[in-house]
């Protein structure tokens, strides 16, 4: 298992070599390579039990592989979870789970501001117990969360999941902002493929015997994700 933070191929933010993972004693993923670009959004894809989660918590470190990992040298991630064990009554606010954040990673009190502008948290909202706030809202909090780390990537399972479509419509457009303006690069998986059209730049799809990545014009067809999928898909997704 190797997981290092050197320089590599001009260009890339990620590489991974022929990398495979056990998760409780089955073979999630086998010896899975690919490269990300500095810069760019990759979705990642795939029915359930392919191994998305696994894989970004491989990317992150917090789980055992075999095969190597490599970050480009200075690489900061920020990661947002599917789902956070945190008890929504707690008696805070947004702006307190945030300070924590920053008091932690010794960084300025002007970045809570920031972060909250850039996931597109009002200040009012962000004064609101965490216990009263939308599904969407929370999951925003989570990803001014993260970036208060300062990352150069962030990577997030599922960050609409449980979300109402106004939500999940602000999240999306969060994450573009973050990706073209703030120039951060982005990894999510998704299950939306309209979503994955719409705002990847390239789409990792998992299978179960073979994965393949490529633009989304190129991957998001029926011939390539009828095998992973195993029904029939639109040939472009609305």
């Known amino acids: 298992m190797s997981s290092s933070s050197r320089d590599m191929s001009a260009g890339d933010v990620l590489e991974v070599d022929h990398l495979s993972i056990l998760f409780d004693k089955n073979r999630v993923l086998t010896d899975l390579s690919f490269h990300v670009a500095r810069g760019s959004s990759l979705a990642i ?28 040298s200075g690489t900061r991630i920020g990661y947002v979870p599917q789902q956070l064990d945190l008890e ?11 300070r924590a954040r920053v008091k932690l990673g010794g960084s300025g009190g002007a970045d809570v501001s920031r972060v909250l502008d850039l996931v597109g948290i ?32 962030l990577v997030l399972d599922e960050p609409t999941a449980g979300v109402d ?21 982005v990894l999510f998986v998704s299950h939306e493929l309209s979503v994955v059209h719409r705002y990847s730049t390239s789409v990792l799809c998992l299978g179960s015997n073979q994965s393949c ?11 390539l994700l009828h095998d992973p999928y195993g029904t029939p898909l639109s040939e472009r997704p609305a």
């Open 45 to 72: 894809i795939g029915p359930n039990g392919a191994g998305k989660t696994v894989l970004c918590k491989a990317l992150i470190g917090s789980m055992q592989f075999e095969g190597r990992i490599r970050w480009a």
């Open 88 to 98: 929504r009554d707690l008696p805070i606010t947004g702006y307190d789970f945030l």
């Open 122 to 153: 009002s200040a009012d909202v962000a004064r609101r117990p965490i216990g009263t706030l939308s599904g969407g809202q929370f999951q925003r909090l989570l990803m001014a969360f993260a970036l208060a780390g300062n990352p150069t990537v």
């Open 165 to 185: 479509k106004p939500g999940q419509e602000q999240l999306n457009e969060a994450l573009r902002r973050l990706n073209e303006t703030e120039g951060l690069t």
């Open 213 to 223: 990545m490529g633009p989304p014009r190129t991957i998001l067809t029926r011939d």
